[in-house]
């Protein structure tokens, strides 16, 4: 969900729309081209990898909330040296999730996982309808095969019966890998992170930047959260123009870029 230091502006069509978010992985050869898009990021990058491990990362963001999220790509360079691995977990023990723009670190962690697949392609497909009678239903479609359809309120998970009552802002990363296992796992996490940024529907941002035009449109108890808002940056970290897309009745719009551009 998201928090402001201001009475937040609502978003006039929420109750209509459908949060979606699409993430495609490439193996070829030594790497791996990975793409992310949803109604607030598009960002890709390219995972090099040699005998095992990360040898280079290129992360570029098309579109993206804040002024000082772009910084954020030189970050992931840190992890050049590590294991390739398919555990969530261990890939974010490397270094501390808070110092990483959580949606990029989170798409080379899935690009980890990937460089040891034999498959060349694989895509994630995340659809959160706006709330409804307070609650949603939440399907996340791995090569277009649906894995997981959940209801939840956007904060915690109300069914099916295997996942009710599990908090979205708390626990879920420790709490996802005692009860699913290899694929099944990675869709939750990807899944997860599709609740979690799916409530930016409900508030009409370019609205909200025009009357808050220099103001940062989340609280300073959340400082240290993730590399825009770390104390260095946060005063800075003013949401961007333009960076809303609507992609409700439009998924196939998602992703173009890694079809028309190459790195």
Request: aromatic share 10%.
């Amino acid at each position: 969900m998201a928090f402001y230091p201001f009475p937040p502006i609502p978003n006039p069509s929420y109750g209509t729309g459908i949060f979606r978010r699409r993430i495609r992985l490439e193996n070829h050869g030594q790497s791996v081209l990975a793409g992310l898009e949803d109604t607030m990021h598009a960002c890709k990058l390219v995972l090099h990898h040699q005998d095992g491990c990360i040898a280079a990362v290129d992360a570029e963001w098309v579109r993206y909330p804040t002024m000082t999220c772009p910084g954020a790509t030189t970050q992931l360079s840190a992890l050049a040296g590590q294991p390739l691995t398919a555990s969530w977990t261990t890939f974010r023990e490397y270094q501390d999730p808070r110092l990483h723009c959580t949606h990029l670190l989170n798409l080379l962690g899935l690009a980890a996982a990937h460089a040891l697949r034999e498959r060349g392609q694989r895509q994630f497909d995340v659809a959160v309808p706006d709330l409804k009678d307070g609650l949603t239903r939440a399907q996340v479609l791995v090569d277009g095969e649906l894995v997981h359809d959940w209801s939840s309120d956007l904060q915690t998970l109300v069914g099916p019966a295997q996942v009710a009552g599990v908090s979205l802002f708390k626990g879920f990363t420790q709490w996802a890998p005692q009860h699913f296992s290899g694929d099944v796992l990675e869709a939750a996490y990807v899944l997860h992170m599709g609740l979690f940024v799916a409530g930016s529907r409900m508030f009409d941002g370019a609205a909200m930047l025009q009357k808050y035009p220099a103001i940062p449109h989340v609280a300073r108890d959340l400082i240290g959260s993730c590399y825009a808002r770390q104390e260095e940056r946060f005063d800075s970290s003013i949401p961007m123009a333009n960076s809303i897309r609507d992609f409700t009745d439009s998924p196939d719009e998602m992703l173009q870029f890694m079809e028309t551009e190459g790195m």
